[in-house]
């Protein structure tokens, strides 16, 4: 059972206190209807698969109600961060393949 | 402000109440339990409660509360009282204030004169929920066969107040004194947490308090 | 004969507490303080039952969790059978009733063993799929003969007296195991100040400490644990969990802890206890602290009854007195065994001979045991066990280690007990569990644990390749140290008891032994003795095909069942590396999962069964219900009236009787479980338009409106009322099961899309209590107990009004799902039931009737009103349900499914559409659910045009009728569809409107 800290309670919780909601940044068009389908599809229905690190839109039902978002390792399971609504991840994909490479020496 | 927000007292002068365990008829079991009971358990039933949101960063809300309550705003996890009445954090722009029964309306709006002008909200809640008060040496250890979240005093001293699982459903942990908590809970779930808690502490003994 | 194995003295058990069992059907004696396994052995029980596929007689092997033969059923009535019980886990008790679950009918004379000992090339690896999966149509006869025979236990068929229960717990440190590296983990990390659990899955604290030959400081290893353990007793941050089994190590550093609370005292808990309890447990750190497992050799005929572990002999002699046997052959590979052999001749009892693989051992032990008269053959290892029911003698021969082959025709020696050990197996199952990958390490020929990742654990002692008891206190005091430090305690300082320094050499890597013939010809070779695998299944499955140690795995069923691998897992793949020519850490390990050792259902269950096992919600009105007879109906966790049958009344004549008083006269529903929301703030309206379908921006104060929510997708998923209360302040109604969907449904778009609007949203579900009269007496009754002016342009349609009912101050909703003149009484719950009370009292003269969720239901139906989750699923838009009266398609805001409305398929006109049916025979109700067809002759499969959502008789109308989904029904008006039914019978229906009853609404505008 995960671990989880609420950013808004600022303690780590239980799983059980919570509700995954999918994949975070998935920001709704300012103009749904300026979309195409296609664009309106995309939005609507196709969802990241990584293996590795996701983020992830939590909610504490059990608790404070709050929504927030997770960095999540999807092999491990490690939680990397949580953080709030409408903050940027630390951590991200990108970031990690950097430091990686900074890591063994490789320049851009 | 009255065109704006619909409040109305809806608590009568005078009728039969009847609190989610009424029907548990604590009062007939008072004083019939476990003589050494681990666990004393009593309804503080009937109170005014009111959900109170509002923006903590805002100086001008605190400041309005503690006018009206004259309780400073609680901080994440926590409920300060004074008197009959406490004041809890439940989320980062809602809290629950609990009053003496009756007084929820003259409270809402004397709370809504401070705050006027103020993007708030009150919400009468009274018939929704109660208090279920537990007190003894037991408590903790039903409270852990409950509840995931660790009741241990270094993680849940006095004065904290948090929402989480219990059983198979949600509920507010208030602990109050060293052997004294509370769980605030719904109304329509109060059969199934009393079922609940007199069979976790019945091995410890229960006795009733009216 | 009773205890002929009991030793005349030593052991821990409690000679003076002598306690009687029966063990298939035949009583014996032990004593307090043994396990079964113990006391069966005393009393020289050498079948203890009959192996999975090959039916041969087994005995003890083991001393512990690893035991993969006494696998017994325990319990003396019905309900209290108990499968899977490892005899050498259980504690003895007066009257403990135990039998066999293999061997059928009998474990002494098996008619299996005769197929078993004949057929063991008619039941090779892979046997199952081969055989008995084809032809497939014989599978089930087969099924139950191989169930019966291979005696998977039995679960029991009655009630379980017993309860169970949970109990969640923290700390800083939890230590597994309370061996000498668990006690001194917990020792160290407790005397740093933190909160410990230690936990051990026997019987008491201690571990190999209470049975070993070694001393500290010169005493008894046993006093050094009853120190320690008196120390930990007393500090109150420190429990002690014994009987308790650490099964699953779970995400971020959960674990789960199988306590048995009573299992040593009776089968069944005594009054007012708990049988056992689940511990959840969340620990910032965790010590391993899991021991090793001795792995057995592997050599021909090493299932008869008197092949055992060395270290597992040591503990019978040792710890309960129990000598399995007389004369004793060891077969090692390592300097630890010698232990058992010095134990073995202190007991007074014959050592045949020592095999040591090794050339020329010179260690320790070995030298004590050389001095003491030993006989030791070197180069050697025990190649064949004779005997059937009970070995008789071991043939040891010279072997060649490198080429794999027996180098000399060896001796014979009479003997009845061979004991080997191939070295140690740390056991790292509960570090693998979130699959972390063991470690081979060569030097002492074991997987070890691999990197916890970011689980923050730690591991010590054996579990860790520290095998030897000095090193193994130091490495689980370090650990106990680092893992509080980690925690955030400050370390103290170590005082560990002296250990005597000996030399110790290092095992030889011997696996299985060789043979005089192949394996595949040598008399069996057992790998896994649960699952009856042999070397030559093994190398047959690599032969076959099957090189990645999963698939070897499931073709042998190597490590499957109660077992998980503890005693054949290295061994296997040990072989299966070498018939693949590659080596072990090249083989890899299978993955281990929780659970560890079986768990009950009961502690799965814990207190969550019976009248716990779901909450039930009610409302304020519930004792008033129950006193009148209401049949209720679950609606999410909500029990609802259903119906109120009178005297001889079932469902249906209940319902006709309560829709006729509906529309006829007055009825009265509890519609206190749908959800409510209070919504309060300048841009509450704004918001209402967003989630809503329609239009809320000219709805007036004291007025209501009807609104649909959907998804993004355009797809309707709630439905309701909401009423403007005052400018900024609405209240919202949701389905009973919708109401903590929507709530969240809010609360995600105002938290992540839209925080600038100025608006909070307040479940308030439980602080009202909802009455709804309905009827066209309704405002008659109504205003006997109200105050309020009912005159119908004072308080038209789709408004409402404050005041008193009842004497209550009351919101009171002119609403109605009925189609009836209705009115929703809303009052704080806590006064609701003597509101109720009035309005039930008022009522008498007015022919009041309360009716149920069923009657709402149809009569709802016959105004064809929808149910969300009812007739629709998820996948139909507003317009597919003819709703487009509430579609805001000029709203400024592209509200929540607008745009997935729009979709060039949710706007298809082939669509499935809601439209009202009525069968050509009015006395035949279509089944909800039914298909339906426009061809019922066309041949079959039939082309499906939709199906009946909501379907009832109907008293008001005369007629059955129903509503459904019809490919284009909308228009389709007029035309016939069937339903086929499942009896090969049809009904054929119209299509008509859905709104069967007063289409212009007039009774409800009365």
Known sequence: MLHIFCPHCGELRSEEEFHAKGQAHIPRPLDPTACTDAEWGEYLFFRDNPRGIHHELWVHSAGCRKYFNATRHTVTYEILETYKIGEKPSVTAAGTAEKKASDQGVTA | MSNLINVYQQRPAAAHAESPLFHAGLEQLAGKGSARAGVTVREKKLLGHLTLRGDAKDPAFAGGVHKALGLELPVALTLVAAGDTSLQWLAPDEWLLIVPSGSEFAVEQKLREALEGQHISIVNVSGGQTLLELTGPKVREVLMKSTSYDVHPSNFPAGKAVGTHFAKSQLVIRHTAEDTWELLIRRSFSDYFWLWLQDASAEFGLAIKA | MSQVNRLASGGRVDRSQPLTFSFNGQSYQGFAGDTLAAALLANGVDIVGRSFKYSRPRGIVAAGAEEPNAVLQIGSTEAAQIPNVRATQQALYAGLVASSTNGWPSVNTDLMGILGKVGGKMMPPGFYYKTFMYPQNLWLTYEKYIRKAAGLGRAPTAVDPDSYDYMNQHCDVLVV???????AAALAAARSGARVILADEQEEFGGSLLSTRETLDGKPAADWAAQVITELSGMPEVTLLPRSTVNGYHDHNFLTIHQRLTDHLGEIAPLGMVRQRM???????????????????????????????????????????????????????????????????????????????RSNPRGSWVEEARKRGVRILTGSAVVEAAGSKRVTAARICAIDVQSHKVSSPGEVLDCDLIVSSGGYSPVVHLASHLGGRPTWREDILAFVPGEGGFQKRLCAGAVNGVFGLGDALADGFEAGVSAAAEAGFKAVSASLPQVAVRLEEPSLALFQVPHDKPTARAPKQFVDLQNDVTAAGIELATREGFESVEHVKRYTALGFGTDQGKLGNINGLAIAARSLGISIPQMGTTMFRPNYTPVTFGAVAGRHCGALFEPKRYTAMQSWHLQNGAEFEDVGQWKRPWYFPKA????????????????????????????????????????????????????????????????????????????????????????????????????????????????????????????????????????????????????????????????????????????????????QADYALGVWEKIIEAGKKHGLTPYGTETMHELRAEKGFIIVGQDTDGSVTPDDLNMGWCVGRTKPFSWIGWRGMNREDSLREDRKQ??????????????????????????????????????????????????????????????????????????????VSSVFYDPKGDRQNV
């Not at chain 3, 195991?177 to 006690?183: E, Q, R, V, Y």
């Not at chain 3, 602290?289 to 270290?311: C, F």
């Not at chain 3, 479980?673 to 921006?697: C, H, M």
């Open chain 3, 177 to 183: 195991g309370a061996g000498p590296a668990g006690l």
């Open chain 3, 914 to 991: 809601l439209i009202g049916l009525k069968p050509v025979d009015p006395n035949k109700v279509l089944p909800e659910g039914a298909q339906l067809v426009f061809d019922p002759k066309q041949t079959v499969p039939m082309q499906m045009v939709g199906h009946v959502t909501s379907s009832y008789m109907s008293v008001a109308l005369g007629y059955s009728f129903a509503m459904g989904v019809v490919k284009g029904g909308l228009k389709r008006m007029g035309e016939r569809v069937f339903a086929p039914l499942a009896d090969g019978s049809l009904i054929e229906a119209e299509i």
């Open chain 3, 279 to 357: 511990h959840r447990v969340r620990a910032t750190r965790v010590v391993l602290a899991t021991g090793a497992h001795e792995r057995p050799l592997v050599y021909a005929n090493n299932d008869v009854p008197g092949n055992m572990l060395a270290d597992a002999v040591s503990t019978y002699v040792r710890r309960y007195g129990v000598a399995p046997g007389k004369q004793l052959v060891l077969s090692t590979n390592n300097d630890y065994a010698y232990r058992v052999v010095l134990d073995w001749l202190d007991a007074g009892l014959q050592v045949v001979a020592v095999a040591d693989a």
């Open chain 3, 648 to 827: 001889g009344e079932d469902l249906h004549a209940a319902v006709a009787r309560e829709c006729l008083a509906v529309r006829n006269a007055v009825g009265i529903l509890d519609a206190s479980t749908l959800g409510k929301i209070d919504i309060q703030g300048p841009d509450a309206r704004e918001f209402l338009n967003r989630v809503y379908s329609n239009a809320w921006t000219k709805l007036d104060v004291g007025k209501a409106r009807y609104g649909l929510m959907c998804k993004e997708d355009g797809m309707v998923f709630d439905d309701g009322v909401t009423a403007c209360l005052a400018d900024n302040h609405f209240l919202m109604t949701t389905t009973t099961g919708g109401a903590a969907r929507v709530m969240e449904w809010l609360e995600i778009y105002h938290q992540t899309e839209w925080p600038e609007l100025k608006v909070y949203f307040t479940s308030v579900t439980d602080h009202w209590a909802t009455m709804t009269l309905s009827g066209p007496n309704s405002r008659k009754l109504l205003a006997e107990v109200t105050d309020i002016d009912l005159d119908k342009d004072a308080f038209p349609f789709m408004t409402w009004k404050e005041g008193q009912v009842g004497g209550v101050p009351a919101r009171v909703f002119r609403i109605s799902f009925t189609g009836e003149l209705s009115y929703e009484v809303n009052v």
